[in-house]
């Protein structure tokens, strides 16, 4: 072989080794990427180990790992949608089976630790926790005898309203009272009517009233609504005409302006003449009560119209009446009738006197102003005229009825 023959083929021999050089370099370098990104993959998947935490943490644990479950301390039902806190943040809601699982918790926070829950209708519990912990830490929760479904402010300066459930009903097949399991083994029943009445009656006020003297744009924000539910004690519905509260309901809730008392519907057995549901209200002050079925939300606006705002019955029966001022709905006189409708622009010609003829005569020296259908001579339909919606405006405005500096 001449001397370039040989040159070249040397020259060959060592481009090939270059190129395998070359390319052990590159399949080292790839390795090694796919070796870093690895840790990264599984930082990435944490999060979904975190939605099935009851399935996924028990490895954790050891990791300093907590998972919690909440039950309710009286029935040891599982709790879901609790509200669960650790030294103060938010780490999520309980399952269905009343349990959360808070997975990799850093080294650092072995120790003592603060387990907070919450949920609506129960008290909010605090807890000592110590980590890491392989047990569940069992939380019992107790319901709430008193709960707030709204709160505007303080009980100086706003209507607290409290409802409270009933455990008889009325039969009207055997014209009597009865017990009722309704309210008594059925809380989230109650709870339902409660929110009910609320919005369809309290907080539909502006549209019954008259238009041209119109509520206050906040007239919603003047009320504090509460429902209270203690398992032990019930009001009687039908223990005289407003029913009966128990004594330690006004020990508990001293505040309230207005109790009320709601009691399940009416129970007809027999296809004859119905039985007409029946409300009244306690007045006075002080303790002011009242007693109304749950699906009368017209009749329950009559009732209120008593007991919060002071109204008087335009119809003439067996009820009281009186000229209640400030701002009446009635009055003692035709002359102060004739005189407030003429200071306010009324129609005077609307005055007339509270009477009827059926379905038995009655005349009562009282008259009224408001024209029909008024909901304070109907009690099942109509709507607050002038008159009522310049009272009920006044008691927004004044919120001293009971008492309460203005």
């Known amino acids: 072989m001449n001397r370039r023959k040989q040159i070249l083929f040397l020259c060959m021999i060592f481009g090939m080794g270059i190129v395998m050089i070359i390319a052990g370099i590159v399949m080292y370098t790839h390795a090694s990427t796919l070796i870093a990104t690895a840790p990264a993959e ?20 050891n990791k300093n790992g907590l998972s919690v479950s909440t039950f309710d301390e009286s029935t040891g039902k599982p709790l879901e949608s609790v509200f669960v806190y650790l030294d103060g943040g938010y780490e ?27 949920k609506s209708g129960y008290k909010d519990l605090t807890k000592s926790v110590e980590i890491p912990s392989v047990a569940p830490v069992k939380i019992g929760l107790q319901e709430q005898m008193f709960v707030p479904v709204q709160e505007s402010g303080s009980h100086e300066t706003k209507i607290d309203i409290v409802f409270i459930p009933s455990s ?24 339902t009517d409660v929110n009910r009445i609320v ?28 429902y209270y539910y203690d398992p032990a004690l019930f009001a009687d519905a039908f223990s005289g005409c407003a029913g009966t509260i128990p004594e330690k309901f006004w020990k508990d809730v ?6 009320i008392i709601l009691y399940p519907k009416y129970y007809t057995l027999d296809t004859g003449e119905p039985c007409e549901p029946n409300g009244c209200v306690n007045p006075g002050t002080g303790r002011i009560w009242m007693k109304i079925p749950s699906d009368q939300p017209v009749l329950f606006q009559h009732e209120y119209g008593h007991a919060i705002f002071g109204l008087v019955d335009t119809y003439c029966d067996n009820t009281m009446y009186w000229q209640n001022e400030p701002d009446p709905n009635v009055w003692s006189s035709r002359q102060s009738c004739e005189k407030d409708a003429t200071s306010n622009a009324w129609n ?45 405006t006044y008691t927004f405005d004044n919120i001293n009825a009971w008492g309460k500096p203005v």
Request: hydrophobic content about 30%.
């Open 348 to 392: 005077s010609s609307e005055y007339r006197q509270i009477q009827q003829t059926y379905p038995t005569a009655c005349t009562k020296p009282f008259w009224r102003l408001d024209a029909d259908p008024d909901i304070m001579h109907e009690g099942y339909s109509g709507t607050f005229g002038e008159a009522a919606t310049r009272r009920i």
């Open 92 to 118: 999520g809601l309980t399952s269905a089976q009343g349990m959360l699982g808070i997975p990799n918790i850093s080294p650092s926070g072995e120790g003592q630790h603060t387990i907070r829950v919450t």
């Open 254 to 259: 001293p505040f309230t302006d207005v109790a």
């Open 199 to 226: 919005n369809e009656s309290l907080f539909t006020l502006d549209t019954i009233t008259d238009k041209s003297d119109p509520l206050p744009p906040d007239y919603r924000d003047r009320y504090n609504i509460y």
């Open 168 to 191: 008889t009903a009325y039969n009207c097949a055997e014209r009597r009272k009865i017990l009722t399991t309704g309210y008594v083994t059925g809380r989230s029943a109650f709870v």
């Open 42 to 61: 599984r930082i990435q998947s944490a999060p979904v180990e975190r939605e099935n935490p009851i399935e996924n943490i028990t490895a954790d644990l």
